[in-house]
């Protein structure tokens, strides 16, 4: 089969569970946005040299897990790990930080910065809605694999499998968007041919029906009072996530919603699922 996606069938949503990589590429037909991977935002500046091992390591294991599944030759191309340096707003730069400064990068996606297709494909587009962040304690990470490695190659021993080694790891972070101007547009016009074409229109949403006791009844869909959301945790919006595993991330987001099929809490990492690393402290 041709490496150029464009050529390839649309695959049906079934066909794309079944296929590696199969919604990354079905979306990107569907959208005609040939782009993926996340843009990534540098937070720790004190050692160069390891930041600049820490981006090979993803992109070199990103190609070496496309090659496992056959993928390769088709998606390498398209990857794009947009990397955003700025050393004097972003060094120890809080997560709150970095979610803000991707909301504004996301809401100012455009057809001449991303490349064709990109503004319709946003808003549901892994590369909108998930970004990675690297700071001191991934740095941190990456150097103790690194020593750990080293010490088993001078002690003469295989090197050590990936679930029994040290993990590399990224902060995988989320966003909430509001729904672009286009998609609403959209919606209105939408909205306006039915309602032409309705004689009778009932908005059940935002009824309030009285029972015999006199007591309100809350309809389906009106909005009630429910305080366990005011106190929404913060940090179930991000996670740590092992390097290897960012395009299956990818893979995985492209319902944004998914994300909380595979979130795991600090200082947990995800996948190793339960497993809590002691290298480091955590806040």
């Known amino acids: 089969m041709s490496f150029d996606i464009r050529t390839w069938p649309l695959f049906t949503e079934q066909q794309a569970s079944s296929e590696p990589y199969g919604h990354t590429i079905r979306n990107m037909k569907l959208r005609e946005f040939y782009t993926c991977g996340f843009v990534i935002y540098r937070c720790a500046y004190s050692d160069d040299d390891l930041w600049s091992r820490m981006i090979e390591k993803i992109r070199t294991e990103t190609l070496e897990r496309l090659d496992k599944c056959g993928r390769a030759e088709l998606l390498g191309p398209l990857i794009s790990w947009t990397v955003i340096e700025d050393r004097e707003a972003l060094d120890n730069a809080s997560i709150k930080k970095v979610q803000e400064r991707f909301l504004k990068w996301a809401e100012d996606v455009s057809d001449e910065r991303d490349g064709p297709g990109a503004v319709k494909a946003a808003f549901m587009c892994p590369r909108y809605n ?5 700071d001191q304690k991934c740095l941190d990470s990456l150097a103790a694999h690194e020593k750990e490695a080293a ?23 989320r966003i909430e968007k509001p729904m672009p101007a286009w998609m609403l547009a959209e919606q209105a016009s939408e ?20 029972d015999d006791t006199g007591e ?60 809590k690393w002691t290298g480091m402290a955590y806040p």
Do not use: K
């Open 130 to 134: 998930f970004c990675v962040m690297i």
């Open 216 to 275: 309100d009844q809350v309809e389906d869909g009106e909005d009630v009072d429910e305080e366990v959301f005011e106190d929404e945790d913060e940090n179930e919006e991000w996670m740590y996530v092992e390097t290897y595993l960012l395009m299956s991330m990818y893979e995985t987001c492209h319902s944004p919603s998914s994300y909380w099929n595979y979130y795991v809490r600090q200082p947990q990492i995800y996948a190793r699922g339960e497993v």
């Open 191 to 210: 909205q306006a041919s039915w309602r032409l074409a309705s004689t009778t229109l009932v908005d059940s949403s935002s009824q309030v029906q009285t």
């Open 151 to 173: 010490a088993v190659a001078a002690a003469g021993q295989q090197r050590l499998l990936r679930g029994n080694s040290l993990p590399v790891f990224v902060i995988f972070i």
